[in-house]
Structures are given as structure tokens and as C-alpha cells.
């Protein structure tokens, strides 16, 4: 039997944080899709209850207890009867050009693909892919995929070493499971000389990032294809592919490899971004960790597991690519690289 040492009293607050933890988590949530923080963040010195009210029509007294929890939460601060948003955070939560944004995070935790399902089906189990998910979903995927291509791209591409050169002199790119298209817009502008192919499993995504090229005036640079990556077959060898947290969910990974490295030419890169799974208890319990934790909710449902970082290094050394290289870019964001021989 194990001896408990400890009190029911000394046991509560790590469970009166996740109380708090959640009603922080929710006010960002309203926040967000209310736009009181978008309000607070157009106005310099601050707004009072009854302005920030009154600007978006919402009942003051109801906006009075918002903006006390969001002055716990962190969010803001007082300027005598005015809340100002607290430093930075603007940036976090709006900003969804900022390689630093968390905003989409808070909005696709809400989701119901997110817990609320995996509750539903926790009996059965029963799978879904990307074509099963409603648009709001893709869409607040996309949100949060976002900053990790901005981190990817250029910065992170820029420590692999040999690439950033190799990329200014015409080059062909190919986004595996490119979604939505914000990496293609990014590749294209990052780096002009290249032609940038966007693959895909899922046809709606697609249609997607197709609007969101038109959009950008990127159509004659960038082209879209529709297939799973295990069945990836391209007319043209590329220079360089990336995959954006999507190398987890391939439902066989060394069949997606093999096509990888069959598009690559030689001495081609292959760059994957992904969230590094903790390997470890004490990394679960962390706050990274416990983030992954719940991403795997999603996860499970459509049949697959974040996967440690080191699990790539295998993956590349198992089908014969050189130069093995890894970076952290954040403690939720890791690169593995390798080259085709
Ligand atoms: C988490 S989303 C990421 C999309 C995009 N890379 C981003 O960061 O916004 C995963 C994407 O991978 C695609 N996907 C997953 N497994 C795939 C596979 N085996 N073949 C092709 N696409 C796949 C899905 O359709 C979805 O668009």
C-alpha cells in the first residue's frame, strides 16, 4: 500500500489551479471571439467598463465581471477606472502574423473536435479523418499552425545548414499536408526564386489554400495537389520539403518517407516541424507538455499520436538520409532535417 504522507488540504491547490487555469482559459476564449480584447487593444489608454460596453453593444454589467477575470487572468491591468491590455499580450493573442501568436491555441481548445467529441466517443472510440471536421475546425487549425511556419520560415529553415543558400538560386519547394496554404504564401514571399507545390489528403483544405493563393497574387508560383502522402508522385524532383506539424498524423509513416525521398533530389532536404512529445513523466507534467497532452485528444481521434522529436531522427536514419539535424524553436516546436544522399 502506499503511505500517504501528505494532507487532502496540501493536495488542492494543484487541483484549484486547473479550476483557475480553466476560467482563465475560457475568459480568453470570450475575450477573443467578443473582440473585448481586440476593443482594450485598439484603444491606447484604456477603456472603462461602460466604453468598452458600450463599443460593442454588450451589457456593462455582464463586461464588469469579464474584465475582473481577465485582470486575474493576466490580460490586463487598471489605469484607474480603465483596463489596459498587459504588455505583449496584443501580440499574443491578435497578432496572427507574429511568430509568438497563441491566440488560435485558446480558440481551437474550445472546439468540440477538441475534447468534447473524444468524450462523446470514448466508448467506442470511433475514428475520423479531416473530411469528418466542420470548417470552423480547419479553420482554427490553421490559426494555430500559422506562427509555426512563421517560426519555420525563414529562421528556422536558416539553421539547416547548406538550405538558405541553396533557396536564392531557384529552387522547387513542395508544403506536404500544406492545409490550409498559410506556408505556401510564406514560402512564395520568402523566398521569390522558387516554384512552391502544396500537397494535401484533405480536398476542402485545399480549396482553401487555392483562395488564399488567388489572394496573395501567388497563382503562377505556387500549385496545388490532391493526394495522401503515402501515395505522394510528383513530375518534378524537389529541393526542399517541409512538413508542418502533419508528419504525426500520416497513417504510414515510412510509406509518406519513401515518397518523400523519391521527390527529393539528391542532396534535397527534407525539414520536419513538429511538436516534440515529451519522452518522459516529469515532461508530461510540464506546462509544454500538458499542452501535447491535450492535443492528443484530437489526435486519437483521427488515429495517430504526437510522436517524440527523436522519433524522426530514427525515421530519417532508417531510410538512409544524411546530415541529421534538430533544433528546438520553442519547448512546443521542434525542426528534424535530413538530406537525401
Ligand atoms: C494539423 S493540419 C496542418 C496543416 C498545415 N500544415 C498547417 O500547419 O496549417 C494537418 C494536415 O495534414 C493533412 N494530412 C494528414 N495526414 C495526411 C496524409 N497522410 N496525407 C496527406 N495529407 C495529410 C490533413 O489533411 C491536414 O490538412
Known amino acids: 500500500m502506499v503511505e500517504i504522507l501528505i494532507t487532502p488540504q496540501e493536495q488542492a491547490p494543484e487541483l484549484l489551479g486547473h479550476i483557475a487555469g480553466y476560467v482563465s482559459h475560457r475568459t480568453v476564449g470570450m475575450g477573443l471571439r467578443t473582440g473585448m480584447i481586440a476593443a482594450l487593444a485598439d484603444a491606447q489608454e484604456g477603456l472603462a467598463v461602460d466604453e468598452l460596453a458600450d463599443d460593442l453593444g454588450l451589457d456593462p454589467y455582464h463586461v464588469d465581471v469579464w474584465c475582473r477575470a481577465a485582470l486575474g487572468a493576466g490580460l490586463c491591468q487598471r489605469r484607474g477606472q480603465r483596463y489596459v491590455l498587459a504588455p505583449h499580450i496584443s501580440t499574443l493573442l491578435l497578432d496572427e502574423q507574429s511568430p509568438a501568436y497563441l ?3 485558446f480558440l481551437v481548445f474550445e472546439q468540440d473536435e477538441m475534447f468534447d467529441r473524444f468524450e462523446r466517443v470514448l466508448g467506442t ?3 475520423l479523418w479531416w473530411d469528418d471536421t466542420r470548417p470552423e475546425w480547419i479553420a482554427g487549425v490553421a490559426g494555430t499552425g500559422t506562427p509555426f511556419y512563421h517560426r519555420l520560415i525563414p529562421e528556422g529553415l536558416a539553421q539547416v545548414p547548406g538550405l538558405a543558400a541553396r533557396l536564392t538560386g531557384g529552387a522547387r519547394i513542395i508544403d506536404t499536408a500544406c492545409g490550409a496554404g498559410a506556408g505556401l504564401v510564406r514560402l512564395a514571399e520568402c523566398y521569390p526564386d522558387t516554384e512552391i507545390i502544396g500537397v494535401d489528403g484533405d ?4 480549396t482553401l489554400a487555392e483562395k488564399r493563393i488567388a ?3 501567388l497563382g503562377d508560383r ?4 490532391h493526394s495522401p502522402l503515402e501515395e ?3 513530375d518534378q524532383p524537389a529541393t526542399l520539403i517541409v512538413n ?13 518517407t519513401r515518397r518523400v525521398e523519391a521527390a527529393l533530389e539528391p542532396g534535397g532536404w527534407f525539414v520536419i516541424s513538429d511538436f516534440p512529445y515529451p519522452e518522459t513523466d516529469e515532461g508530461l507534467a510540464g506546462v509544454p507538455g500538458r499542452i501535447m497532452t491535450g492535443i492528443q ?3 486519437a481521434q483521427i488515429d495517430d499520436q504526437l510522436l517524440p522529436r527523436a522519433a524522426y531522427d530514427d525515421l530519417l536514419d532508417r531510410h538512409g538520409f544524411v546530415d541529421l539535424g534538430a533544433t528546438e524553436l520553442t519547448p512546443v516546436h521542434a525542426l528534424t532535417w535530413g538530406q537525401r544522399p
Open 232 to 234: 505522394l508522385e510528383l
Open 297 to 299: 485528444f484530437f489526435e
Open 203 to 206: 480536398a476542402y483544405s485545399l
Open 222 to 225: 505556387v500549385r496545388l495537389h
Open 244 to 256: 508542418n506539424i502533419s508528419m504525426h498524423e500520416c497513417r504510414d509513416l515510412d510509406a509518406a
Open 125 to 127: 472510440g470511433e475514428r
Open 103 to 105: 491566440g488560435g491555441v
Open 215 to 217: 489572394e496573395a497574387g
